[in-house]
């Protein structure tokens, strides 16, 4: 089973920029779904954006459109998140996670392997 970590989270001002790195133990399948989460304090887990490696297709949530994209070094088995125009609701504690099945869409009850998560805070 594939295992996630991720990194990169921090302290950022709204309107800047960070990158988000999620290392994998290495995909075997030809088929999947790779997501990036967010849990803000009291509120549930939600999708941001997630690709399918069918089509290479990515859904985006609304708060996630024309900000957020997602990369892959495959040097490197790390997937990206490169989060800009940063605002105080993007605060959360973000997780990469991944799933065989290919989903158009971001179920977070779906997702089957998850990594720890990293803290993000956009503050001024």
């Known amino acids: 089973q594939v295992q996630l970590v991720e990194s990169g989270g921090g302290l950022v001002q709204p309107g800047g920029s960070l990158r988000l790195s999620c290392r994998d133990s290495?995909?075997?399948?030809?088929?999947?779904?790779i997501g990036w989460f967010r849990q803000a304090p009291g509120k549930e887990r939600e999708g941001v954006l997630c690709f399918s490696s069918s089509g290479g297709t990515t859904y985006y949530a609304d708060s996630a459109k024309g900000r957020f994209a997602i990369s892959r070094d495959n040097a490197k088995n790390t997937w990206y998140l490169q989060m800009n125009s940063l605002k105080p609701e993007d605060t959360a504690v973000y997780y990469c996670?991944?799933?065989?099945?290919?989903?158009?869409?971001?179920?977070?009850?779906?997702?089957?392997?998850w990594g720890q998560g990293t803290q993000v805070t956009v503050s001024s």
């Open positions: 290495g995909f075997t399948l030809d088929y999947y779904t």
């Open positions: 996670a991944t799933d065989p099945r290919l989903w158009s869409s971001c179920p977070t009850a779906d997702f089957n392997t």
